[in-house]
């Protein structure tokens, strides 16, 4: 059974950091490119970042590029968004993606960022 369970998230104040963690089982994760999606109330789900298999090749939206990084760990089949200088518009619900032939979605984890 394919499972990504997002963690980390909270509320914190701008300019404040949050790691955010999705720990993948059921499927081979080590040959999955894996992404981070956000989507905030009222809005569509957009693209935050993405890091191929081996974790050589990364992607970030221009909104994150500068403050987030994502990362990986495939020995314990893990994937992480390290969020840094935030903002009150990187509030959302940040979902993780494992992709290759198929695609498969965690269930969420809010962050909010309000003084």
């Known amino acids: 059974q394919v499972q990504l369970v997002e963690s980390g998230g909270g509320l914190v104040q701008p300019g404040e950091s949050l790691r955010l963690s999705c720990a993948a089982s059921?499927?081979?994760?080590?040959?999955?490119?894996m992404s981070w999606y956000r989507q905030a109330p009222g809005k569509e789900r957009e693209f935050v970042a993405s890091?191929?298999?081996?974790?050589?090749?990364?992607n970030y939206a221009v909104s994150v590029k500068g403050r987030f990084t994502i990362s990986r760990d495939n020995a314990k089949s893990t994937a992480f968004l390290q969020m840094n200088s935030l903002k009150p518009e990187d509030t959302a619900v940040y979902y993780c993606?494992?992709?290759?032939?198929?695609?498969?979605w965690g269930q969420g984890t809010q962050v909010t960022v309000s003084s």
């Open positions: 993606k494992a992709s290759r032939t198929l695609y498969y």
């Open positions: 890091i191929s298999p081996t974790g050589g090749s990364t």
């Open positions: 059921g499927f081979t994760f080590s040959t999955h490119s």
